[in-house]
């Protein structure tokens, strides 16, 4: 089992960052933390590394939801996507999938919440890509 979903786009890493929070916004997430790993790596260790973002997508209802089925499912939010710069120049944008990770917690329901947060990243993604 996978546990990410992807695609890539041949455009400028800013460009494919604004059209991922375009995306997830249509699916009603927010970004509500972001990560530049890049600049992370530079300041804590002094190494370069490539553009790499990690976005924290939560969308408020389904994580509500989540938190009345299973108290520590925190541990596992927000569902994190990732745009980063690929070697080619091309940019690649990954999503979690939440049933692959939920898969951890015996709770049907939570596996079931857990489908349909996973069915909204896959339009995400494939939004994204097209």
């Known amino acids: 089992m996978t546990y990410y979903r992807s695609t890539t786009l041949n455009a400028p890493f800013e460009s494919a960052l604004e059209r991922t929070r375009a995306a997830l916004a249509a699916e009603g997430f927010g970004v509500i933390n972001e990560i530049d790993m890049a600049g992370t790596l530079k300041e804590k260790i002094g190494v370069d590394f490539r ?41 690649e ?13 015996d709770n049907d329901a939570l596996k079931q919440a857990a489908e349909r947060v996973g069915e909204k990243l896959q339009r995400v993604i494939a939004l994204i890509g097209s």
């Open 51 to 91: 553009p790499y973002r990690i976005l924290g997508a939560c969308n408020p209802q389904l994580a509500y939801e989540a938190l009345q089925l299973e108290d520590k499912v925190g541990t596992m939010l927000p569902c994190n996507v990732v745009v980063q710069q690929l070697p080619g120049g091309e940019v």
């Open 93 to 105: 944008i990954a999503a979690i999938d939440p049933v692959a990770s939920m898969s951890a917690i």
